[in-house]
C-alpha cells in the first residue's frame, strides 16, 4: 500500500507564455512583492533573462529556475522558453512542475508557440491557471481573448476540470493583478494566494527511498558536473551514497559532495533536502538529462524525459577560406566537436551525427531558430566555423517520401493579404482559415511544409512593411508536397583575393545588391553580392580605377555607395543556396561559395548539364 502525502511547504510552478507576452517582467514583480530583494535594492529588468542573447532578443532560450517565499511556503518557480524551437527545455522545465500559469497577452491572444507549450502542461495534467496580461494595452480586449483561451482548451482536448481554470488580469510592468478587466489592483498578493490556493504541493510516498529525476545540469569549475532536478520521493544529504541509473541499464555510483537548493535567483547550500523541492547535486560527472538519481539499496528508475524528435540538420564544420584563423581563438575541429558535444548533454533536443569529412558535423534540431541561436553562442565564445543552409529531415512511410508540415499563423493589414497568400501558395502551403476582424487587419492560416519557412521571415517583413506577425507550430509529418524555387536571385562572387575598393563596388552596382564595403577583404569564391538575375556571375570589387596622365576638371568626383544592410547570421544562414556556406567568425559573417575555386565550380557545372 502506497502512502502518498502531500508536502504543503511547497509549490512547483511553471510559467507558460508566448514570446513578448510579459512572463519575465511578472516574475520580476513576484520577487519584489515577495520581499526576495530587499527595500532599495538595485535590481536590472527582467532579472531572469541572464544570458547576453536573451537580454538583447527580448526572449527566454533557456529554462531558468528561482523561488520565492509567501506566507512561509516555498514557491518554485521554473521560467520556460516561449518559442517551439526551444521544445527541449519546455518538456524538461514541465517535468519539474505541479503546476502552470498560462500567461496571455490582452491584445494578442494565444498564439501558436503558447498553444505548443499548453499541449504538453495539459498532456502532464499540471493544475492550471490563466493570467490575461497588459489589459491597460489600449487594443485589449480581455473578453475576447478569454473566449480564445477557452477554444484552445476546447482544440487540445482539455478535461472538464482543467477547463474549470481560475482567472485574473494583470498588469505585469505595473505588478498589480485583479479579478476583473475594469478594476485596478495595487500588487500581485492576489496571484500569490491563488497559487497557494489552486496549485497541489508535490505528492510524494513516505514508505519509498530518495528518487530524483535529472532535469537540467549545469557546471562549475569548483565542484564540477551539477544534476539539476526534482526530489520525487524521500531525503537525501550530503555525503550520501547514492546511484545513478543512466540510459541503456547503467548504473554509475556518486557521492553527493554538494546538496544544494534555490533561495529567490541564488543557489544555497543545505544539509538535506525535502520531498518535492528542486535541488542541485553535485559529485558525478557521468550524468545525462533524463537519468534517475536514488539509493543503492533500492534502486528504481523513473520515466525518462521524451522530447519530440528533431526535424532540421544543419552542416557545422570548421572554417576553410583564405581567412581562417585570424580573428578567433577555437578553429579545430576537436574543439567544434567538444562544443557541440557540451551542448548534447544540456540541451536534450539536439543530436550530433559525425558526416565522411572528419572535420564536418551533422547537427540536428528544432527549427532554423533554435540553430542561428547556438552558431551565435559559438562565435561570441571565440569559435571560427562554416555552416551550410538548414533542410529539413525528410521521413519515408510506406515507401512514401514524408516531410514536416507546419501550421502557420498570419496576422497583417488587409492590403497585404494578396501578396502573403500568393507567396505562401508558390511556396506549396495552403490556405485552411482566415478571420476578418472588421479592424483592418486579417488573421490567415496556412498548411505549410517546413522548408517553405526557412528564408520566409524576412520576405514576409519586407511584404508586410514590418507590420506583419507570422507564427507556426509542427502539426507533424505529411506526404511531400513538390519542388518549388527558394530563392529567385543569383550570388555575385569575387574571382580573386584582395580588398574592395569603391570604384570597383560603384561599378559593379547596377548589377545586384552589394554586401561589401570599400576595405572589406575579399578572397575567391567569397559571395560579395546578390545578383539581379537568376544566375551567379564572377566579379572583381578590387577593381581600380586606372591613372593616366591625362587630367580634367571635374573628372575624379567621390563615388558615392548605395548604404549596404548589415549581414545578420539568420539572414546569412537563410540566404544561401545548397552549394553555399557562410563563414562565422567572433567579428565577421561572410558569404561563400562550398567550392572556392571558380575553375572547379565551372567544371562541376558541366559535369551537372551532362547528366541533365
Known sequence: MSNKVINEKLRNIAIIAHVDHGKTTLVDGMFRQSGTFREGQEVNDRVMDSMDLERERGITIAAKNCSVTWKGVKINIIDTPGHADFGGEVERSLSMADGAILLVDASEGPLPQTRFVLKKALERGLALMVVINKVDRQDARPAEVLNEI????IDLDASEEQLDFPL????????????TAEERGENLHILLDMILDKVPGPAHDTDEPFQMLVSDLSYSDYLG????????HGTAQSNDQLVCLAAEGRDVPLKVTKLQTYDGLKVVPTETCEPGDIIVIAGIEDVHIGDTICTKDAPSRLPRITVDEPTVSMRFGINTSPLAGQEGKLVQSNKIRERLQKEILLNVSIQVEQTESRDAFLVKGRGEFQMAILVEQMRREGFELSVGRPEVIMKVQDG???????????DCDEAYMGVVTEKIQIRKGRMTNMVNHGTGRVRLEFSVPSRSLIGYRDEFLTDTKGTGIMNSYLEGYGEYRGDFVSRHTGSLVADRSGKGVAYGIF?????GRMFIVPGDPIYEGMIVGEHNRENDININPAKEKKLTNMRASGKDEAVTLTPVKPMTLEYAINFIKDDEEVEVTPLSIRLRKSELSSLVRHRLEGKKKKVD
Open 150 to 153: 477557452y477554444d484552445l482548451f
Open 507 to 511: 561599378n559593379l552596382e547596377p548589377r
Open 168 to 179: 485574473l488580469y494583470a498588469i505585469g510592468r505595473d505588478g498589480i493583478a485583479m479579478k
Open 225 to 232: 558536473r551539477l544534476a539539476i532536478g526534482k526530489v520525487h
Open 400 to 410: 512514401q517520401k514524408m516531410e514536416p508540415i507546419e501550421h502557420l499563423f498570419i
